[in-house]
């Protein structure tokens, strides 16, 4: 895997603008803070965005990919100026369960997600590497 960086351009923070990879797709679906028995684990961003990117390892896991194999992340949150306000948790939160920023991410403000109390859906795309 290899992140884009067109010449010129300065290095984002908490993301990548692109990135090139060659194996395997995983793809997971989008996942909200809600633990294994679809029990919410709080309603406020931070805690919601912890448990969906535990759930989207855990996917990954099942799939036979790991963190490092994420590539695209697409995060839609409820409310921009939480997530803002958040950012700091939600990095610390990230570096701990992903723990790279080299993934072409984006993240959108919806109006609202399917299940009423999520606060947060995380998409996310792996590519585990070919056999060498």
Do not use: C, K
Request: aromatic share 8%.
């Amino acid at each position: 895997m290899t992140a884009l960086l067109p010449t010129g351009w300065p290095r984002p923070r908490g993301y990548a603008n692109g990135v090139a990879a060659r194996g395997r797709m995983v793809f997971v679906a989008g996942m909200i803070g809600w633990d294994e028995a679809g029990a919410f684990v709080g309603d406020d961003i931070v805690s919601q965005s912890r448990q969906a990117l535990a759930n989207v390892v855990a996917v990954l896991a099942a799939g036979g990919a790991r963190p490092e194999h994420i590539v695209r992340m697409t995060w839609y949150v409820t409310d921009r100026r939480a997530y803002i306000a958040a950012a700091r948790d939600i990095g610390r939160i990230y570096r701990e369960t992903i723990g790279h920023y080299d993934v072409a991410m984006t993240a959108v403000e919806v109006s609202a997600l399917i299940e009423d109390r999520a606060v947060v859906e995380i998409e996310a795309t792996a590519v585990v590497p070919d056999p060498a």
